[in-house]
């Protein structure tokens, strides 16, 4: 699977964003969707996971409250809603595809990335 992010940008802290990935193939459905995040100077770490079916979420403790994974399997496409941005959420985010059927927090468990899309908040 070919994974395409966007919907990256500069806002201000308290505001809003949403990220997509778009996927190619016609399994999209089969697959666990991640979103990862690197700032600069620091290791990739997980945001927000989904199951295949999109019945199963799991966020970061940073993030927990503040952003939503969702997918649309028709569309081929997973989204992360970003709300009340603060400057740490700064970083390049990165969406990933796992063959597994749950959820997962760890990099090593989606063997498929997408090319990464910058957010920047400014205080």
């Known amino acids: 699977v070919q994974l395409q992010a966007s919907g990256g940008g500069l806002v201000q802290a308290g505001d809003s964003l949403r990220l997509s990935c778009a996927a190619s193939?016609?399994?999209?459905?089969?697959?666990?969707m991640g979103w990862f995040r690197q700032a600069p100077g620091k290791e990739r770490e997980f945001v927000a996971t989904?199951?295949?079916?999109?019945?199963?979420?799991y966020y970061a403790d940073s993030v927990k409250g503040r952003f939503t994974i969702s997918r649309d399997n028709a569309k081929n496409t997973v989204y992360l809603q970003m709300d009340s941005l603060k400057p740490e959420d700064t970083a390049v985010y990165y969406c990933a595809a796992t063959t597994g059927g749950n959820v997962y927090s760890r990099r090593d468990n989606y063997a498929y990335w997408g090319q990464g899309t910058l957010v920047t908040v400014s205080s």
């Open positions: 193939g016609r399994t999209f459905s089969s697959y666990g």
């Open positions: 989904i199951s295949p079916s999109g019945g199963r979420t």
